[in-house]
């Protein structure tokens, strides 16, 4: 019986900690935007401020939102990732929405060389040593 209820426990502290961040309108509001018709204006009023806007080409507000997952001591893990792309023209007017999942994404690889420096590194004993005699008293 004592085993039974530490296994349990042992399974409820192992329970995933689930965190949901972001701005996801919500699907009805969504729904009711309609294309070359609505203006910046009335997608802000419907759907409020976007999580992020484009910084270059034609302007896109996006609506980001993700949920992750963290077990125990375990880095977090993202379970579920949704950006809602709504795509201006240059009036402002809504020209396409995108609905983007976890899988619509690009990994990114982190390159982990190092750019080269020119000189001398010094080492412990010349860093301690090195600035003895160097300096003389004014005359």
């Known amino acids: 019986m004592a085993g039974a209820v530490a296994a349990g426990l042992w399974t409820g502290a192992c329970a995933p900690r689930i965190d949901t961040r972001g701005n996801l309108p919500d699907p009805e509001a969504l729904s009711e935007v309609r294309l070359d018709e609505y203006t910046r ?3 802000a009023d419907l759907l409020g401020s976007p999580s992020s806007t484009s910084g270059f080409g034609g302007e896109t507000w996006y609506y980001i939102s993700k949920r992750t997952e963290t077990t125990a001591f375990w880095a977090p893990e993202v379970a579920e990732r949704r950006v809602i792309a709504v795509h201006f023209n ?7 929405i995108e609905q983007l999942g976890l899988d619509d994404g690009n990994q990114v690889r982190i390159v982990d060389r190092e750019t080269p420096t020119s000189g001398h590194e010094l080492t412990f004993i010349e860093q301690l040593f090195g600035n003895i ?3 003389t008293g004014k005359k």
């Open 41 to 43: 204006e009335d997608v």
């Open 90 to 96: 240059d009036r402002g007017v809504v020209t396409s």
């Open 133 to 135: 005699g160097r300096f």
